[in-house]
């Protein structure tokens, strides 16, 4: 199969691109923004998860006027008026510090009994004429009161699927991917470039 166009994926995250080009479908050339040659951090001040993957795509298609997409992920728990949400990568501090993360969230949960909540992934793919597209993955599920597991990242240890035993961090891999909110939305992003260019 010939190669379809390069899009652009809007992240520094090596291991993130290495993901992305294992889901796709044959014959999609993904680069990242070390390969675009853009070094700077893009802001992420969109007070939505859907406003911060529109915003990072956005900076890259006005500069580059390029087919891009970007991805927003976040934990909302309703007994917490959706946080972290947007806030997911920095809920207690800047640095991104998984523990610290979950160890405010599991205090501030403290005492409730809704324990409800889910991970949302949003993509944004701005295609090379400029149009925007938005594939959205959701997995719902419950707040443990205490980390279980050691595999995965972030919120991972006190997160449980709805209609599973396990959490995401006690799962394997292969396990997440096959229910999780990123896969979700990056396998609708998939199709729906299969069928507009396949
Ligand atoms: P990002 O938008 O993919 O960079 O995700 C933002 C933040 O959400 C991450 O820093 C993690 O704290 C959290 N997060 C995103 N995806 C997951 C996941 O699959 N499991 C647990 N935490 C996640």
Known sequence: M???????????????????????PEGFDFFGLDELGLNEEIPETGSTIEENSALKAQFVFQRYKIACFADDTGLEIDALNGEPGVYSARYAGSGNNSVKNMELVLKKMEGKENRKARFKTVITYIDKQGKHHSFEGIVQGHILEAPKGTKGFGYDPIFKPVGYKKTFAEMTMEEKNRISHRSKSFNKFFSFLNSVDG
């Open 2 to 24: 010939p190669n379809k166009p390069g899009i652009c994926f809007v992240s520094h995250n090596k291991n993130k691109l290495v993901e992305i080009r294992q889901l796709a």
